[in-house]
Structures are given as C-alpha cells and as structure tokens.
C-alpha cells in the first residue's frame, strides 16, 4: 500500500475544513465528515492535529498569514496612506472573492467569537482593526484627512469601510442597486472608500499669492 505524503494530507484536512466549518459552523462538523471530505482516515485529524479543536485553530491560522502578508505587502508600497486604505482593501475583498484563499473564519469570529481560540490568535485577529487604524491615524497626522476627534470616532470610521468591504464579497453574485450592472467588485469599493472618505479630507488650501 503507498504511504501518502504527509504534507499533502495535511493540506487537504486544512481544505476540507475549512469548507465545512465556513459552510456548516464549527459544532455541527463531525470527524468523520472532516475526514471524508480530506479523503482520508479521521484519525489523521488526532494524529497530525491533537484533535478537531486545533484543526479549526489551524485554518484560522492559515486565514491569518493571508492578513499577515497583504499588511506587509501594503507596507512595502510606495503609496500614501490614503492610497494605502484603497489598497489594503482592495486585496482583502480580491483575497475573499477567491475560493482558494477567503477569510470567512476570520470574519466570523470579529462578529461571533467562537471561544475556540487563545488570546493570542484572537489578538491576531484584531490586528487587522488595528492596522487599518494605523492607516487612518498616519492620514491624519499627514495632513490627508482631518484630525479624529477620540478613538471612538476612529474605530466607527474603520468598521464602516470593513463592513463595505465584507458586504461587496456578501452579494458578490447578485445585481443590486448599489451595482446594478455587476461592474468589477474592487471599483465599486473604490467608489464607497471615497464615498466614506472625501468628507474627512482637509480642504485644499490655496496658494498664497
């Protein structure tokens, strides 16, 4: 009989719960099923997980590095912190948009913790607030955007263009009001980031003569 390749069952336990845990909910996800759907023997979760707990710890963390390479790719840019916030968007919305790499645990846990998961990847998974703040504040020490007025008026900034941009991969298969002609997801979020945005601008100041 041939050994398979340890890595690539890892892999497809990873896959195939994360299909089911997004699809069915944590609770409700059997073994058995984890084990059918990776195409291999449940007991395999035991061995190369400890159990069913840490495997859906496993794909939150798989969720994570996502996050965690498109903040240090957006850091790597050469843009400003404005253009920043588009940016960083944008490839979370193109990042949920594609089957092989969405981020539904990560979403699902800011809106309903599951209690699952130790401080530590639960601060992870705040970081991503808290690198957009990051974002909003340099903007506003730059001059870009006017001063917020207390952390809360911060954080109400950054759960609207989190909640766009969530919304824009919810109805990504429907014709609504807001895109009636199905245009590019990223152009609509374009449009809803400056929406949201061009208010908190600091005016232009004219020339002196």
Known sequence: MKKRDSGLTIKALITAAEVLFTQKGYYPVTIKELGEKAGCSPALI???FGGKKDLYRAVVDRQLAIIDDLKQETRETSLDSLQKIHYFLKALLRTQLDPSGHLDLCYKELIMPSGLLDDTVWQRILSMESYLESLFQTAAEEGLLKAFSDERA??????TVES?????????DRSTPLNPDQRPAEEILDELI???????KRAERSPQP
Request: net charge negative; hydrophobic share 50%.
């Open 46 to 48: 035991s061995y190369y």
């Open 164 to 172: 766009i941009t969530e919304t824009l991969y919810l109805v990504k």
């Open 154 to 159: 911060l954080f109400h900034i950054v759960f």
């Open 194 to 200: 400056d929406f949201v945005i061009t208010p908190m």
